[in-house]
């Protein structure tokens, strides 16, 4: 969840280069086009920390789901215990 602002972030940037690109003359166009083409490096980075992110959300909703479908254990009743020894 903490890599969503910044994917969005860096997707915005991005955006805003080719934007920019749109109206540049060709020295700018190629700097720009070079920060296009690096923008993917974070890109990937986040969008992959994302997927991560929502995969262990939810194999930690699908463990607290089946935890909660396991029958409860025995309270102990004709089981010795530590004390019962004494």
């Given at each position: 969840?903490?890599?969503?602002?910044?994917?969005?972030?860096?997707?915005?940037?991005r955006?805003?280069?080719?934007?920019?690109?749109e109206?540049?003359?060709?020295?700018?166009?190629?700097?720009?086009?070079?920060?296009?083409?690096?923008?993917w490096?974070?890109?990937?980075?986040?969008?992959?920390?994302?997927?991560?992110g929502?995969?262990?959300?939810?194999?930690?909703?699908?463990?607290i789901?089946?935890?909660?479908?396991?029958?409860?254990?025995?309270?102990?009743?004709?089981?010795?215990?530590?004390?019962?020894?004494?």
């Open positions: 969840m903490a890599a969503l602002p910044l994917l969005a972030a860096v997707v915005a940037v955006f805003a280069f080719r934007t920019a690109q109206e540049a003359d060709p020295f700018v166009w190629g700097l720009l086009e070079l920060g296009v083409e690096a923008m490096v974070p890109i990937r980075n986040y969008l992959a920390l994302t997927v991560l929502f995969t262990v959300l939810l194999l930690t909703l699908l463990f789901w089946i935890a909660s479908r396991w029958p409860p254990r025995p309270t102990g009743v004709g089981v010795a215990g530590p004390s019962a020894s004494l």
